[in-house]
Nanobody, 126 residues
Framework: QVQLVESGGGLVQAGGSLRLSCAAS????????VGWFRQAPGKEREFVTT????????HYADSVKGRFSISRDNAKNTVYLQMNSLKVEDTAVYYC???????????????????WGQGTQVTVSS
């Protein structure tokens, strides 16, 4: 069983930056792929980015490519999401998710993940 806790959300002006953290419990977290998703009010939860258990394979949604960066520190059981050049449309609750990485390719869908955090609010003001 893996438990995930997100932190680092908050209120920021457009053009600013935030770094989200996803801290995990569990001795085998280093073997898990981790993804970030977000959900804005009235919208479906959407994929943002994912990272393989080694950190060597990363994929971003087009909407955040070049602005967001995902990384992980397996020694700390933590995955980070660095968000730069934030836009008003990035406002959402951000969730991290995890599932065992069998090396079969990127996990881009909500159903690809077994464990979810409670989410952290990111609000970007104009």
């Amino acid at each position: 069983q893996v438990q995930l806790v997100e932190s680092g959300g908050g209120l920021v002006q457009a053009g600013g930056s935030l770094r989200l953290s996803c801290a995990a419990s569990g001795p085998t977290f280093s073997r898990y792929a981790v993804g970030w998703f977000r959900q804005a009010p009235g919208k479906e939860r959407e994929f943002v980015t994912t990272i393989s258990w080694t950190g060597g394979s990363i994929h971003y949604a087009d909407s955040v490519k070049g602005r967001f960066s995902i990384s992980r520190d397996n020694a700390k059981n933590t995955v980070y999401l660095q968000m730069n050049s934030l836009k008003v449309e990035d406002t959402a609750v951000y969730y991290c998710a995890a599932s065992i990485d069998y090396g079969l390719g990127w996990k881009l869908g909500r159903d690809d993940y077994d464990y979810w955090g409670q989410g952290t609010q990111v609000t970007v003001s104009s």
